[in-house]
């Protein structure tokens, strides 16, 4: 009898091993002709939209950007945007707060021309590297790098499983399967629908609320000395300002807070989940904001926090998607009209240009 049971085991643990063996080679050879973004790649591609897909409506353009074809008049004041999935856009290509801050821009500057480069799950150092091998040719007059503070501090480490492609599709359906729940893509776009499930979306936000503890000390007040991913990451902002300035481009940084920075809703909602005894959230909130900012202007960074108007806009209206850390249609209207309000005091008025140009003596 134990004989039999002992086979069996060895049988069962040979079969498992074979289809787990199996499975790696075909998916391998799957995502070779595939590339498919499941599976682990180090290069900033990974996440890069498929050239001309239909994407809630809209066409990518030939780079897999969410944009139209990145062309410009010779005299438009051209902006690049920079950026992770923010930048992007999550919702329909008409209403991501970049299109929108060019439709308001032009209304009031005249001929300026936004450039949406932004790749989902990509980090400061991504968006220099974008900016120098594809930005470059579009001659900038200006940079806009949106920086999101749930994630841009940190550097993505590749998980352990990630080196098997079996165990990542497993993560993969397991995650999409069970704890998605209005996955991006699909068709219509839904924008009161919950992207994950609750518990899944408030794990998150601990997930980020944890990582702040390698930026910020408990009383929330500035660490000193070096800081790990936080100086690097603002090494990278230097490196982007410097390559800017010798190519002739302003560079201002965006500072998208977290969601859980300005809705005291959501801070009560993981203080119920994960802190019930001390009834309160570990670290300062707003200190990875102070620290960025405070760097920022160290080194002469011009940038734009969307911290204050978004605090205080939020106990009234919805500004985010549902257990999604995104803005949703209204909350891009309101970064584009904070945008615009800020960069028509920097950018030269097209329109007066023009005039004064049609109405020069001879």
């Known amino acids: 009898m134990v004989r039999q049971l002992r086979f069996g085991i060895t049988i069962g643990v040979i079969l498992i091993a074979v289809t787990f063996i199996l499975g790696e080679v075909v998916l391998r050879v799957f995502n070779y002709f595939a590339d498919s973004h499941i599976f682990y790649d180090g290069s900033y591609n990974r996440y890069r939209g498929k050239p001309h897909v239909v994407l809630y409506g809209y066409t990518l353009n030939s780079g897999g950007f969410n944009d139209t074809e990145f062309i410009a008049e010779p005299d438009d004041y051209r902006i690049i945007g920079l950026g992770d999935s923010f930048t992007f856009g999550i919702v329909p290509q008409n209403h991501t707060f ?6 308001k821009l032009k209304q009031r500057l005249g001929k300026v021309k936004v450039f949406n480069m932004g790749i989902s799950q990509t980090n400061p150092s991504d968006y220099y590297t974008i900016l120098t091998r594809e930005g470059a040719d579009l001659k900038p007059d200006l940079v806009l790098l949106s920086f999101f503070i749930g994630n841009d501090f940190d550097v993505p480490r590749k998980p352990w499983f990630r080196h098997s492609y079996m165990l990542t599709a497993l993560n993969y359906i397991y995650k999409v399967a069970w704890k998605v729940k209005d996955f991006a893509g699909h068709q219509p776009y839904c924008d009161s629908c919950d992207t994950f499930v609750r518990k899944e979306y408030l794990r998150i936000e601990k997930e980020r609320l944890d990582s702040w503890q390698y930026h910020v000390p408990e009383n929330g007040e500035f660490p000193g000395g070096n800081n790990g991913l936080f100086e690097g990451t603002v090494g990278i902002l230097l490196s982007t300002r410097d390559y800017c300035k010798a190519h002739g481009a302003k560079f201002i940084v965006t500072i998208i807070p977290d969601e859980l920075q300005v809705d005291e809703r959501l801070q009560q909602d993981i203080i119920a989940e994960y802190f019930p005894k001390t009834s309160r959230l570990p670290y300062n909130v707003l200190t990875p904001t102070r620290m960025l900012t405070q760097r920022l202007g160290e080194n002469q960074i011009s940038y734009i926090d969307f911290y204050e108007a978004f605090k205080n806009a939020i106990p009234d209206q919805q500004l985010y998607k549902p257990s999604d850390s995104h803005w949703n249609i209204a909350g891009n209207e309101f ?11 920097i950018i030269p008025n097209r329109n007066l240009i023009a005039q004064d140009i049609e109405h020069s003596p001879e």
């Open 98 to 103: 970049l299109t929108k801050l060019e439709s």
């Open 335 to 345: 970064a584009a009209q904070i945008l615009a309000d800020s960069l028509v005091k």
